[in-house]
């Protein structure tokens, strides 16, 4: 068996369900924290640390419902991994940043950071659900605690943290993880045909024609899939950690027991009712609009 990523009674899986934005116990920080420049993803132009016009008093969003039709398509790509409410609730225990500037600028510094911690727990959480990865699960567990610790800090020692260190900790166990995952999809799958065209970490696949193509095991790690044409395509078992599929065509492709693919990703892509993906990602809401349009084709 290679993983068991895609069992919904997976203990691993469900405690990923808090790796996911919950905006209700949020103080609206991705609308204030971060900036953006007016662009294809953004109608306007926005420092960090000043909020988006559009953010209501209530830590809402006025055009919510309307974000693409109004030029923010960048804003329904984010996710912070669920590093919004724990800032907002835990880490600066319900102060919002409106109540003084002090509060306001360590809020605003230590989101990006935490949003970061989160996005390591949910690759460590996914490798331990992973079959093949047994003989590493120690390691794992133990990364996996090292990094929920760093997540209870408090704002001063967040601000401190070295990062850029515990990323590279974390990713080693990661290339171990992808590595196992790998080499047991070529040794189900030995004899079959796959694609020539890629596996190789950052390759340059952009616009590129891999439509129908066997991925499975393919090394994907932060390629550049924008508007690469991967319909019908199997990325069954692929290492897909930092992948770009911003506009990359996923209409009838293969994404089940891909590993490290996460809701930003899927996100930015473009999909139909036939692309099938890992039970913890959701399928966007403007795939059906997609869907429809291509359909008029």
């Known amino acids: 068996m290679l993983e068991n990523q895609d ?3 997976s203990n691993r899986d469900i405690s990923r369900s808090n790796l996911h934005a919950d905006c209700v116990n949020c103080f609206g920080l991705c609308c204030v924290a971060l900036p953006f420049a007016a662009s294809a993803d953004f109608a306007i132009n926005k420092d960090s640390g000043k909020p988006c016009p559009n953010l209501q008093s209530d830590f809402r969003c006025g055009i919510h419902n309307n974000l693409r039709q109004q030029g923010f398509k960048g804003c329904t790509v984010f996710d912070c991994f669920g590093a919004g409410q724990k800032v907002s609730k835990v880490t600066f225990k319900g102060e ?3 109540e003084g500037p002090e509060t ?8 990006p950071i935490m949003q970061q911690l989160h996005e390591m ?22 990364m996996l605690d090292e990094t929920k610790k760093l997540t209870e800090f408090s704002p001063n020692s967040l601000m401190e943290l070295d990062v850029p260190l515990h990323r590279a900790q974390v990713n080693a166990l990661l290339l171990k993880t992808s590595e196992r995952v790998r080499t047991e999809s070529h040794r189900q799958h030995k004899g ?27 090394n994907l790690r932060g390629a550049y899939l924008i508007a ?3 319909r019908d395509a199997d990325l069954r078992a692929a290492d897909l950690i930092g992948a770009d599929f911003r506009d990359a065509d996923l209409r009838g492709a293969d994404l089940t027991g891909s590993i490290f693919l996460t809701q930003v990703q899927i996100n930015s892509a473009k999909g139909d009712s036939r692309t099938k993906l890992p039970h913890l990602l959701s399928r966007p809401a ?4 997609f869907e429809k349009k291509t359909s008029r084709l």
């Open 192 to 218: 079959a045909k796959k694609s020539k065209k890629v596996d190789r970490p950052r390759a340059d696949l952009m616009g590129a024609n891999l439509r129908g193509e066997d991925l499975r095991g393919a």
């Open 121 to 142: 727990l949910w690759y460590l959480t996914e490798a331990l659900t992973l079959e093949v990865t047994r003989p590493i699960h120690k390691e794992l567990d133990f």
């Open 228 to 230: 690469a044409d991967l």
């Open 104 to 111: 306001a600028k360590k809020m605003f510094d230590v989101f």
């Open 7 to 9: 069992n919904p009674n």
């Open 96 to 98: 919002d940043w409106r």
């Open 286 to 289: 403007h795939w059906s609009d």
